[in-house]
């Protein structure tokens, strides 16, 4: 009897087949850009026939999915396999904005990133293919384009979070061109409202999506653009989470930042359903 028991439980063992932890780079193809977008996709211990929940990553201005990793959120891999989630790191160039720009034709973010790359993605990797499953997050220039993303595609992503974003193009003044959003979107006389964040507040209402801002308050350039919009979505009864902390516009402000607002993204996941 003992012998059938021990039996039964081998093969059950092996029947579970268990693929290691995986950081895979790949070039991941935009038609819509015509080009090769590197990007990087850390996934926990992947089981076979069981599918995981995913987070789309971007980073910030002058940034890079292997700098992410490496010195953004040192600990993503171990993040991984503590909420058992699919990260995905693109590379969003160096000043792209998550747009679609309507003056370059190969920096075009916003649909490679919200359709196109969440398509391949759901194709090639063992992902839940349902909104409630799937988050995007960034900071600074990658909060900006979480937002903007998110807010338009309401039915790919549930949760969207923002670490000291640079939410407020009209507040950034001489920084507007410093950090070259006027190469993507044009001279900030002629901008289109489309892409100014406060212009997309009410799209929250109906969204059905979970929306967390964080900022330090030592800094200077993006403090008082989060606190507007904070206050804006308050004011219009829309529920989100806003959290502010010391700290300064860097990455030893927001790699804690992240790191702690990927725990709020799984505790969302797994609990908190609209």
């Avoid at 039996?7 to 015509?34: F, G």
């Avoid at 987070?55 to 959120?73: E, F, K």
């Avoid at 909420?83 to 920096?107: E, H, R």
């Avoid at 200077?220 to 010391?246: A, G, V, W």
Wanted: aromatic letters at 12%.
């Amino acid at each position: 009897m003992k012998t059938t028991i021990l039996s039964v439980i081998t093969l059950l063992v092996s029947s579970i087949t268990l693929y290691a932890q995986q950081l895979i780079s790949e070039k991941v193809y935009s038609p819509k850009m015509n080009k090769e977008i590197e990007t990087i996709i850390i996934t926990p211990t992947l089981e076979q026939g069981k599918s995981y929940k995913s987070v789309y990553i971007l980073h910030g201005y002058s940034g890079n999915p292997t700098r992410t990793y490496q010195q953004d959120i040192p600990n993503l891999k171990q993040k991984a396999v503590e909420n058992n989630t699919i990260y995905i790191l693109a590379n969003g160039n160096y000043n792209s904005w998550y747009v679609d720009s309507p003056i370059k034709s190969d920096s075009q973010y916003q649909t490679f990133i919200g359709e196109e790359l969440v398509s391949y993605i759901d194709a090639h990797y063992p992902t839940i293919k349902d909104k409630n499953s799937r988050g995007i997050l960034g900071w600074s220039m990658g909060g900006y384009g979480a937002i903007h993303i998110g807010t338009h595609y309401p039915k790919t992503f549930s949760i969207i979070g923002s670490s000291c974003g640079a939410l407020d193009f009209i507040q950034f003044g001489t920084a507007y061109n410093e950090y070259q959003v006027d190469q993507v979107l044009g001279d900030f006389s002629k901008l289109n409202k489309q892409y100014l964040t406060n212009n997309t507040i009410d799209i929250f209402k109906t969204s059905q999506q979970m929306l967390i801002l964080d900022c330090g308050t030592e800094d200077d350039q993006m403090i008082e653009m989060n606190r507007k919009f904070h206050n804006l979505l308050t004011e219009r009864r829309i529920p989100h989470l806003y959290l502010e902390s010391l700290g300064d516009h860097t990455p030893a402000y927001w790699s804690k930042s992240l790191s702690h607002q990927l725990s709020l993204f799984e505790n969302y996941f797994t609990y908190d359903r609209l």
